[in-house]
């Protein structure tokens, strides 16, 4: 059971953040510009998203928690606002392939042979909030999970444009950190606004400019309740983007399924 745990706590952490006509280039800098608005910034950051019809992705992964810690490579795929396929593997070996798609979310694992298949919003029930195909992406991505408003709270600290809090609804409150480069997300933090006090802290290391755009090579994610602590830290060593891409899944014969 700790393969199923763990895969599963690396789609949930992925998820629970699960949230002027001149050119970027000409305007960035790598000291914030005080004089820029929220506003601009927010146009600054839609406009330097990635676009791709597909890509490929490998990385390390390295999953911590007060108990175990874990290093796996992983083989990442994406259809752009449409599908995630993922390949867990240790010296070669396949630990684990899990796809995420508009509607459905499945993953097997190969140790216990066991396999989860059902709809998208399960994983909104484990959550307990509503969670979009899109929002996945960008968290992988470096872009906001949230729609960053003009009005949106901004000020500066020594290195960046800080928009937040922003209010999401859904007992959250989102502080997004962003780099005055290139634009992209530095770091994303989410306070939950209850009792309970939990924290999830995304931040992402250097850029690498692909196609001349700009991908995160690091992303590291630290999730904090009152009972527990995990982190994630996600090395990508490459990203192709593709103008076709296999996104084979079948989940073996012989496996249980497992019912939540």
Request: glycine share 6%; hydrophobic share 40%.
């Amino acid at each position: 059971m700790k393969q199923v745990k763990f895969f599963r706590a690396c789609i949930l952490a992925l998820v629970i953040l699960a949230q002027g006509c001149r050119s970027v280039a000409e305007l960035s800098s790598v000291t914030p510009n005080p004089k820029w608005s929220a506003a601009q910034v927010v146009k600054a950051h839609k406009q330097t998203q990635p676009e791709f019809k597909y890509l490929a992705a490998r990385a390390q992964l390295v999953y911590k928690t007060e108990t175990q810690e874990q290093k796996i490579s992983v083989a990442l795929r994406m259809k752009r606002g449409d599908t995630i396929w993922m390949k867990a593997t240790v010296f070669g070996v396949t630990l684990a392939k899990a796809i995420i798609t508009k509607d459905e979310v499945s993953y097997y694992e190969m140790l216990n042979k066991t396999y989860y298949q059902g709809p998208l919003n399960e994983i909104s029930r484990w959550l307990g909030f509503s969670v979009t195909m899109e929002q996945l992406q960008n968290i992988l991505l470096g872009q906001s999970v949230l729609n960053m408003g003009r009005n949106t709270p901004q000020h500066i600290n020594s290195d960046s444009y800080i928009l937040g809090p922003i209010d999401t609804g859904i007992g959250w409150n989102l502080t997004n950190s962003v780099r005055p480069d290139n634009f992209r997300l530095k770091n994303a933090e989410l306070a939950a606004t209850g009792i309970v006090p939990t924290t999830a802290s995304l931040s992402y290391g250097s850029y690498n400019q692909v196609a001349q755009q700009y991908f995160p090579e690091q992303l590291n994610l630290s999730v904090n309740t009152p009972k527990s602590a995990t982190q994630i830290k996600l090395s990508f060593k490459q990203f192709d983007l593709l103008e076709r891409l296999n996104f084979g899944y079948s989940i073996p014969d012989g496996f249980k399924q497992i019912v939540p």
